[in-house]
């Protein structure tokens, strides 16, 4: 029998707010254990909650990016269940009434657009964290994150396979960094997903039972665990068995998923509107002042790159992968003045690879936009070749210095005095006798030689053009 | 010293005929002479003689306040910085709070000397004091008798005089149902009209603080500074404060008083009922228009609010579950254990039944039959008094069907417990203010006339129960043995 998978995905992210949901504290990562935990976040008897108007604003930017009715009256409500490292016994989240209601994101498969719906996205309290190891059989609270603002985004049942799932989630990624409303990062739960899988018979309507899996927190994680649960699930419908609706858990190391809990098993959350918060109310005109702050998105901004600067699809579809690498990209093009092609190279191409390689973000570039458009504005101009170019910028990784400050430092500028390069051209000729024989004899190939010779004479500096062209008027002779 | 008006005592501190260091001693060794009544969990005696040491500095100086130097007495529901919280209960005896609640700040800076913590029911859930963990308070008109609940300690206290006046917390009828029992005058506000930051909570959409005094002019001074807009509580209202005590004097010539007959049927006492009958005879002679008002949806107002005080409690209650402070169980064997046993032991019965009846509730399937419908009722109830208080300016009524009822006489039969705030009940749902004063006495034991008014009208509340006061004097009338 054919299959269809059916994927669904809820995805919290953490708003970039200074403080928390509810309260003052601070809500920076990898602060000593409970050091950013006031009152509020603790529980303690008879605190109240007040709402961060920062982390509204912010849900309010997503809706409007995501082209979604945003409710003009919201509610907060309780989700009761008891966990350690939830203080109060209940999470403040949104049920009946959340903020951000219908919108949808494109997305792109091999080539081919997909409109993905988004069913809602919601405020909530993140929880704190249990630590189990270091504790000798006991657990550890760490109540840090213990109200951070999350938005909980869900998406319909719209995506058919692991890959569409994985589009759809890193469009998102795309989306809420540009946007400014999460910083994105993954290996520090900034950014978390659920995911929500069942398979059917192709051609068959109805919806299969569905398990949810937790804690899939990367890209790859993702593919992999939907992949895995597809295969679980149609293994065993096809030997005979039932899926049953429950919660797994995936396992990266074992790279599989098991189950945490049954619907049966599940709490009843007994949600109910928090009385200790009002309700929130948006306005048209703050709607229209977000609208209106809105930035460039992704989309809008790869085709203007494509449109404006003759890029090519990969160079500006990675460019606009962030939005600071695409500022970067375009404060290097100004401040340079050189071709759009020749920036986008250098930035998707050694620039990214030093960040990769060094595990910084662009941001943290230490090469910044000003240096590098001093760079390669010197290959511009001919002053140095695009293979001295590399060994400056390694140069500048390493210090502070700019480009025209390594070129004079080293003497690596670019010799375009002919005098020069034909004195060289006269000592290689001279030389090798043999090859030159070769060459006139028309074996075209010993041209390169005689090109690597006189570069190598000239420690690369010799500007490549002059060295062909001379080179060609000499052995022709 | 003790016998004296709030403003009295204002008189003698800023004329020097005493200290507060002298009154405050007074106030000390009055609580521990009547200790039997257990009117107090913590006597903080220390930072009382401190209080009254940095008043007296201030009194000297003609920077007091009127509160300045006069000992009061916080229930213990209030969260006071470094002294012990126990909100009545086992769970909290070993709690002390690492901040002050925004009410008690607000007395410390007037100058206040906090003499203690007061007796309460466990969490605020009950209408005898027989529920505290630290044992029942006695009321000190007849110390057979229960003083009424929650706020029991403060209105023995005050009735007894072992504090000035006091703050309260009324739920359902929490400050006012004690304050007739006890004979004193007892106010809860607006919703919204007093912060509830630090006040711990049982239902938080009915919960409000208030002042638990003599005299409605004491009242007044007292509710001038608790009142007030808190950034760190969202359901405190922004409107100005107004000077309460400025228009106690106005006359009550053509104020529309109205009786809903739901108030005056079955049930209320019938010597209770003629002793209002009495009060209410003074303000036709002050010159009021009395009327008889309809307000059909008070019937519904203990069901109602017998699911929403419950639901909201079984959410606020589960913060109390041993992992970070308060009381845990010995030697749990895992976290279900240390949940279970911790909130098994550490809660009182009464605590414990509204925490299920509220989750019951609040339950898949339930969910809609019963909160929602609860929800609808509020409303109904709520649209009763908009529409009551647009025909006249306050409402009258008993705060109690009978005068103080014995000890252990109700607390075996929870649903007849209840019905004992059946008359203050509705007024919380609704969300407008109240106040309870003493009215007269049947066979001994005080009587309490209730009045009710529109919202943020406590102004208008103070005046006509000052008025009531200038011409009566049951107000003034001191539990024998306590003189």
Same mark, same amino acid.
Request: proline residues 4%; hydrophobic residues 40%.
């Given at each position: 029998m054919?299959?269809e998978?059916? @994927?669904?995905l809820?995805?919290?992210?953490?708003l970039?707010t200074?403080?928390?949901?509810?309260s003052?504290?601070?809500?920076?990562y990898?602060?000593e254990?409970?050091?950013q935990a006031?009152?509020?976040d603790?529980g303690?008897?008879?605190?109240?909650p007040?709402?961060n108007e920062?982390?509204v604003?912010?849900?309010?930017i997503?809706?409007?990016a995501?082209?979604a009715?945003?409710?003009?009256y919201?509610?907060?409500?309780?989700?009761?269940?008891?966990?350690?490292?939830?203080p109060?016994?209940?999470?403040?989240?949104?049920f009946?009434l959340? @903020?951000v209601g219908?919108?949808?994101?494109?997305? *792109?498969?091999d080539?081919?657009s997909?409109?993905?719906g988004i069913?809602?996205?919601h405020l909530?309290?993140?929880?704190?964290?249990?630590?189990?190891e270091?504790?000798?059989?006991?657990?550890?609270?760490?109540?840090n994150?213990?109200?951070?603002p999350?938005?909980e985004?869900?998406? *319909?049942?719209d995506?058919r396979?692991?890959?569409?799932?994985v589009?759809y989630?890193r469009?998102?990624h795309?989306l809420?960094?540009?946007l400014?409303?999460?910083?994105g990062?993954m290996?520090?739960?900034?950014f978390?997903?659920?995911?929500n899988?069942?398979?059917?018979p192709?051609?068959?309507?109805e919806?299969?039972t569905?398990? *949810?899996?937790k804690?899939i927190?990367?890209?790859k994680?993702?593919?992999k665990?939907i992949?895995?649960?597809i295969?679980?699930?149609?293994?065993? @419908?096809?030997?005979g068995?039932?899926?049953v609706q429950?919660?797994r858990?995936?396992?990266?190391v074992k790279?599989?998923?098991?189950?945490m809990?049954s619907k049966e098993?599940?709490?009843?959350y007994?949600?109910?509107p928090?009385?200790?918060l009002?309700?929130v109310?948006?306005?048209e005109?703050?709607?229209?002042v977000?609208?209106?702050?809105?930035p460039e998105?992704p989309?809008a901004?790869?085709?203007?790159?494509?449109?404006q600067?003759?890029?090519d699809e990969e160079?500006?579809a990675?460019?606009?992968?962030?939005c600071q690498?695409?500022?970067?990209f375009?404060?290097?093009?100004k401040?340079?003045?050189?071709e759009a092609?020749?920036?986008?190279?250098w930035i998707?191409g050694d620039?990214?690879a030093?960040l990769?390689k060094?595990?910084?973000?662009?941001?943290d570039s230490p090469?910044?936009d000003e240096?590098?458009?001093?760079?390669l504005a010197r290959?511009s101009?001919?002053?140095?070749?695009?293979?001295?170019?590399?060994q400056v910028?390694?140069?500048m990784?390493?210090s502070t210095?700019?480009?025209?400050?390594i070129?004079?430092?080293k003497?690596?500028?670019? @010799?375009?005095?002919?005098?020069?390069?034909?004195?060289?051209?006269?000592?290689?000729i001279a030389?090798?006798?043999g090859q030159?024989?070769?060459?006139?004899?028309?074996?075209d190939?010993?041209?390169a030689?005689?090109?690597?010779?006189?570069m190598?004479?000239?420690?690369g500096?010799?500007?490549?053009?002059?060295?062909?062209?001379?080179?060609?008027?000499?052995?022709?002779? | 010293?003790?016998?004296?008006t709030?403003?009295?005592?204002?008189?003698?501190?800023r004329?020097g005929e005493?200290?507060?260091?002298?009154l405050?001693q007074?106030?000390?060794?009055?609580?521990? &002479?009547h200790q039997h009544?257990?009117a107090?969990?913590?006597?903080?005696e220390?930072i009382a003689?401190e209080?009254?040491k940095?008043?007296?500095?201030?009194?000297?100086?003609?920077?007091? %306040?009127l509160l300045?130097?006069?000992?009061?007495a916080?229930k213990?529901?209030?969260c006071?910085?470094d002294?012990k919280t126990?909100?009545g209960?086992?769970?909290?005896?070993n709690?002390t709070?690492p901040?002050?609640?925004?009410?008690?700040?607000k007395?410390?800076?007037?100058?206040?000397?906090?003499?203690?913590?007061l007796?309460?029911?466990?969490?605020?859930m009950?209408?005898s004091?027989e529920t505290?963990?630290?044992?029942?308070?006695?009321?000190?008109?007849?110390?057979?008798?229960v003083p009424?609940?929650?706020?029991g300690?403060?209105a023995?206290?005050?009735?007894?005089?072992?504090?000035v006046?006091?703050t309260?917390?009324d739920?359902?009828?929490s400050?006012?149902?004690?304050?007739?029992?006890c004979g004193i005058?007892?106010l809860k506000p607006?919703?919204?009209?007093?912060s509830r930051?630090?006040?711990?909570?049982?239902?938080s959409s009915?919960?409000?603080?208030g002042?638990?005094t003599?005299?409605a %002019?004491?009242a007044?001074v007292m509710? &001038?500074?608790?009142?007030?807009?808190d950034?760190?509580?969202s359901t405190?209202?922004d409107?100005?404060?107004?000077?309460?005590r400025a228009g106690?004097?106005?006359s009550?010539a053509?104020l529309?008083i109205?009786?809903?007959?739901?108030?005056?049927?079955e049930?209320l006492n019938s010597?209770?009922a003629s002793t209002?009958?009495?009060?209410i005879n003074?303000?036709?002679?002050?010159?009021?228009?009395?009327?008889e008002?309809s307000?059909p949806?008070?019937?519904?107002?203990i069901?109602?609010?017998?699911?929403?005080?419950?639901?909201e409690?079984?959410?606020?209650?589960?913060?109390f579950?041993?992992?970070?402070y308060?009381?845990?169980? %010995?030697?749990?064997?895992?976290?279900?254990?240390l949940?279970?046993?911790?909130?098994?032991e550490?809660?009182?019965?009464?605590?414990?039944?509204r925490i299920?009846?509220g989750t019951?509730?609040?339950?898949?399937?339930?969910y809609?039959?019963?909160?929602?419908?609860?929800?609808?009722v509020?409303?109904?109830i709520?649209?009763?008094f908009?529409?009551a208080l647009?025909e006249?300016?306050?409402?009258?009524?008993?705060?109690?069907p009978t005068?103080a009822f014995?000890?252990g006489e109700k607390?075996?039969?929870?649903?007849?417990?209840y019905l004992?705030?059946?008359?203050t009940?509705?007024?919380?749902l609704a969300?407008?203010?109240?106040?309870s004063i003493?009215a007269?006495?049947?066979?001994?034991m005080?009587?309490?006339l209730q009045?009710?008014g529109?919202?943020f009208?406590?102004?208008r509340l103070?005046?006509?129960?000052?008025?009531? &006061?200038?011409?009566t004097?049951?107000h &003034?009338?001191t539990p024998?043995g306590? %003189?």
């Amino acid at each position: 029998m054919e299959w269809e998978t059916v @994927i669904g995905l809820e995805i919290h992210t953490q708003l970039a707010t200074q403080s928390k949901i509810f309260s003052g504290a601070a809500t920076a990562y990898g602060a000593e254990p409970n050091t950013q935990a006031c009152a509020v976040d603790l529980g303690l008897p008879g605190v109240l909650p007040v709402l961060n108007e920062e982390a509204v604003h912010k849900a309010v930017i997503f809706g409007m990016a995501i082209e979604a009715e945003i409710a003009p009256y919201s509610v907060f409500a309780r989700k009761n269940y008891f966990y350690p490292d939830l203080p109060k016994g209940y999470q403040i989240s949104q049920f009946e009434l959340p @903020i951000v209601g219908n919108g949808h994101l494109d997305i *792109e498969v091999d080539g081919v657009s997909k409109r993905i719906g988004i069913t809602r996205a919601h405020l909530e309290e993140d929880a704190g964290k249990s630590l189990h190891e270091d504790f000798h059989g006991l657990t550890g609270i760490d109540l840090n994150r213990a109200g951070t603002p999350l938005l909980e985004i869900v998406s *319909e049942p719209d995506m058919r396979s692991a890959k569409e799932a994985v589009a759809y989630m890193r469009k998102l990624h795309e989306l809420v960094r540009y946007l400014d409303i999460c910083d994105g990062n993954m290996q520090e739960g900034s950014f978390r997903c659920d995911a929500n899988v069942s398979v059917r018979p192709k051609g068959q309507k109805e919806f299969g039972t569905r398990a *949810e899996i937790k804690n899939i927190n990367s890209f790859k994680f993702v593919e992999k665990a939907i992949n895995h649960e597809i295969e679980r699930q149609i293994e065993l @419908i096809e030997n005979g068995g039932k899926v049953v609706q429950e919660t797994r858990l995936y396992d990266s190391v074992k790279d599989e998923t098991r189950s945490m809990r049954s619907k049966e098993e599940a709490n009843d959350y007994r949600y109910f509107p928090d009385p200790d918060l009002l309700p929130v109310f948006i306005s048209e005109e703050f709607k229209a002042v977000v609208k209106a702050q809105l930035p460039e998105l992704p989309q809008a901004k790869k085709h203007r790159f494509k449109d404006q600067y003759a890029l090519d699809e990969e160079n500006a579809a990675i460019l606009t992968y962030s939005c600071q690498l695409a500022d970067y990209f375009e404060a290097v093009l100004k401040a340079s003045g050189c071709e759009a092609r020749l920036c986008a190279n250098w930035i998707t191409g050694d620039l990214s690879a030093a960040l990769n390689k060094a595990g910084l973000e662009i941001t943290d570039s230490p090469v910044s936009d000003e240096r590098l458009a001093g760079l390669l504005a010197r290959i511009s101009d001919n002053t140095i070749s695009g293979k001295i170019a590399k060994q400056v910028f390694e140069e500048m990784w390493q210090s502070t210095a700019t480009a025209d400050e390594i070129i004079a430092e080293k003497g690596l500028k670019q @010799i375009t005095d002919t005098g020069a390069i034909e004195a060289i051209i006269d000592k290689i000729i001279a030389a090798n006798p043999g090859q030159v024989e070769q060459y006139r004899s028309g074996k075209d190939k010993v041209f390169a030689f005689f090109v690597g010779q006189v570069m190598k004479e000239m420690q690369g500096k010799a500007n490549p053009a002059e060295v062909n062209k001379m080179l060609k008027v000499k052995l022709n002779q | 010293m003790h016998t004296k008006t709030l403003l009295e005592l204002v008189q003698g501190l800023r004329s020097g005929e005493f200290s507060s260091v002298e009154l405050t001693q007074a106030f000390l060794n009055r609580i521990m &002479q009547h200790q039997h009544l257990n009117a107090y969990i913590t006597v903080t005696e220390e930072i009382a003689l401190e209080n009254a040491k940095a008043a007296d500095i201030r009194l000297s100086n003609g920077k007091a %306040e009127l509160l300045t130097g006069i000992p009061i007495a916080q229930k213990d529901i209030f969260c006071t910085l470094d002294v012990k919280t126990t909100c009545g209960s086992k769970m909290l005896d070993n709690f002390t709070a690492p901040y002050n609640a925004t009410v008690v700040e607000k007395l410390n800076q007037a100058g206040a000397v906090m003499l203690g913590k007061l007796n309460m029911d466990e969490f605020a859930m009950g209408s005898s004091n027989e529920t505290s963990y630290y044992g029942v308070v006695k009321n000190p008109w007849n110390t057979n008798t229960v003083p009424g609940g929650s706020s029991g300690g403060s209105a023995a206290a005050v009735a007894a005089r072992l504090a000035v006046c006091a703050t309260g917390t009324d739920t359902g009828g929490s400050i006012r149902q004690p304050a007739a029992l006890c004979g004193i005058t007892g106010l809860k506000p607006t919703y919204g009209r007093v912060s509830r930051y630090g006040m711990i909570a049982y239902a938080s959409s009915l919960d409000q603080g208030g002042p638990m005094t003599h005299s409605a %002019e004491e009242a007044a001074v007292m509710l &001038q500074t608790m009142a007030g807009f808190d950034e760190k509580d969202s359901t405190s209202v922004d409107c100005p404060v107004p000077d309460y005590r400025a228009g106690l004097n106005n006359s009550l010539a053509g104020l529309k008083i109205g009786l809903p007959k739901e108030f005056f049927g079955e049930g209320l006492n019938s010597e209770v009922a003629s002793t209002l009958e009495i009060a209410i005879n003074e303000y036709s002679k002050l010159g009021a228009e009395i009327k008889e008002i309809s307000m059909p949806n008070l019937k519904l107002a203990i069901p109602a609010y017998y699911v929403i005080a419950p639901a909201e409690c079984s959410a606020n209650l589960s913060r109390f579950d041993g992992v970070r402070y308060g009381y845990r169980c %010995e030697n749990p064997v895992d976290l279900t254990d240390l949940y279970t046993r911790s909130r098994g032991e550490g809660f009182g019965k009464e605590v414990k039944r509204r925490i299920l009846m509220g989750t019951y509730a609040l339950s898949a399937g339930y969910y809609d039959a019963y909160y929602i419908k609860a929800q609808k009722v509020r409303r109904l109830i709520s649209e009763d008094f908009k529409n009551a208080l647009g025909e006249v300016d306050v409402i009258m009524g008993p705060v109690t069907p009978t005068t103080a009822f014995g000890i252990g006489e109700k607390i075996g039969n929870p649903i007849e417990m209840y019905l004992s705030d059946i008359y203050t009940i509705a007024i919380n749902l609704a969300g407008v203010p109240a106040m309870s004063i003493p009215a007269g006495f049947v066979a001994g034991m005080p009587v309490g006339l209730q009045i009710i008014g529109n919202y943020f009208a406590e102004d208008r509340l103070l005046n006509i129960a000052h008025q009531y &006061q200038q011409v009566t004097d049951w107000h &003034q009338h001191t539990p024998k043995g306590f %003189e």
